[in-house]
């Protein structure tokens, strides 16, 4: 059985004994008893228990959060001492959506090839596609939001982006402090075409909502969506960051509400080991992410 912190991982990923003991390899009453321990030790329940089914409650959350910061500093470890005994080298195809390749993507790369002999494949696309060379094998690994629904990628979550609503500088609600999604459902929305992770989260939020957007552009680039806002041709949902993609016609107003922010990960083959290069990558910007440095 792994050590706690990484069995822990795969339980409050998936919230299901029966699913995350065949990724570990063990029998549900094995996990059962591990949970049951592991609860026993911290003194307190991690999951509240609704029939068979787990749901990981506040405390679990906190656990799950040191949890994954001590896998990645564990993966760290062993692949410094690794780098010292064998120096990596090696190529790894790297495929990401477009907004990630501004400042996270570049950032990620240049720290990591400072200790590492690596070269990198680079592409770029809609979300749909980006998965679709992780399983095609064309890519190694990938950068994508929101996490796939497919469940021949395994995932690895990196951080959240906040989500604020694009609207011209003389919109009626341009001076607001936040908004609520519901208050623009009667509003043109400028939307990313359908295969966008964007465009997904849109659909969703517009779902939880209960309204049907009325999307008067298609884009497939952020920055086009936010000069059309600027235009005056509608509203659109952008991530808030840095200020990127936004011009001076726009302002860019937090969502407020439950659905606000955007969750940014990594995804691989799950049934397919990666390359020694690209699996120490992906430890390297899960340690990164995990520590905030």
């Known amino acids: 059985m792994q050590s706690d912190f990484e069995w822990f991982v795969d339980l409050a990923e998936t919230e299901n004994v029966s699913v995350a003991a065949q990724r570990l390899h063990v029998s549900q009453p094995t996990l059962s008893r591990a949970l049951a321990r592991l609860e026993r030790e911290v003194g307190a329940t991690l999951f509240d228990r609704r029939g068979k089914r787990l749901a990981l409650n506040d405390r679990g959350r906190v656990y799950l959060t040191h949890c ?24 790894i195809h790297l495929s990401f959506l477009h907004s990630f390749g501004v400042r996270l993507v570049p950032e990620w790369i240049g720290a990591f090839r400072r200790d590492a002999h690596v070269s990198f494949t680079l592409s770029q696309d809609a979300a749909e596609t980006v ?65 966008f992770g964007m465009r997904r989260i849109l659909d969703e939020l517009c779902a939880a909502n209960d309204f049907r957007p009325d999307i008067t552009f298609e884009s497939t680039e952020l920055g086009t969506m936010a000069g059309l806002v600027g235009a005056g041709l509608g509203v659109a949902v952008l991530p808030i960051e840095d200020g990127a993609h936004t011009p001076e016609t726009v302002s860019l107003i937090p969502l407020s509400g439950s659905q606000t922010t955007r969750e940014i990960g990594l995804i691989w083959q799950r049934d397919r080991a990666l390359p020694l290069p690209s699996a120490r990558f992906r430890d390297f910007v899960v340690e990164r992410c995990a520590t905030g440095s």
């Open 68 to 91: 994954r910061r001590a896998r990645a500093e564990m993966e760290a470890a062993r692949h410094q001492i690794a780098d010292m005994v064998d120096p990596v080298e090696g190529t």
């Open 131 to 195: 998965v679709g060379r992780v399983l095609s094998g064309e890519a190694d690994l990938a950068v994508v939001s929101p996490r796939p629904r497919s469940t021949e990628v395994a995932w690895a979550p990196l951080m959240h982006q906040r989500l604020g609503l694009a609207v011209p500088v003389d919109h009626r609600f341009a001076a607001r402090s936040e908004v609520a999604f519901d208050e623009v459902a009667s509003d043109p929305f400028i939307a990313m075409a359908p295969g």
